[in-house]
């Protein structure tokens, strides 16, 4: 059965520091991309961050870049989120996620989720 399992979320101030992980089981997926994706109350599911399958290539939405950092570790089969500065507007679940190819800049779908781990981020 294949599961991803994410963990790390939790309540900070603005300005803090969180890091999310998600650890792979049930099949590798060193030769696929993973990504993160997060949900607000009320809102859409948004893509976050994701990582090619060899961890070269990274891709971040704008309102991210600069203070997220996405990481993959293949031996463990795990993908990480190191979340810093973070601001109000951050909080949501946060769900991890399998790609159906190498690397998110080709377009392909993600197929496998995790459950979401909350990140609140209070004023």
């Known amino acids: 059965q294949v599961q991803l399992v994410e963990s790390g979320g939790g309540l900070v101030q603005a300005g803090g520091s969180l890091r999310l992980s998600c650890a792979a089981s049930?099949?590798?997926?060193?030769?696929?991309?993973m990504g993160w994706f997060r949900q607000a109350p009320g809102k859409e599911r948004e893509f976050v961050a994701a990582i090619s399958w060899s961890g070269d290539t990274t891709y971040y939405a704008d309102s991210v870049k600069g203070r997220f950092t996405i990481s993959r570790d293949n031996a463990k089969n795990t993908v990480y989120l190191q979340m810093n500065s973070l601001k109000p507007e951050d909080t949501a679940v946060y769900y991890c996620?399998?790609?159906?190819?190498?690397?998110?800049?080709?377009?392909?779908?993600?197929?496998?989720w995790g459950q979401g781990t909350q990140v609140t981020v209070s004023s």
């Open positions: 996620a399998a790609a159906t190819c190498a690397d998110h800049g080709l377009g392909c779908g993600y197929e496998y």
């Open positions: 049930g099949r590798t997926f060193s030769s696929v991309a």
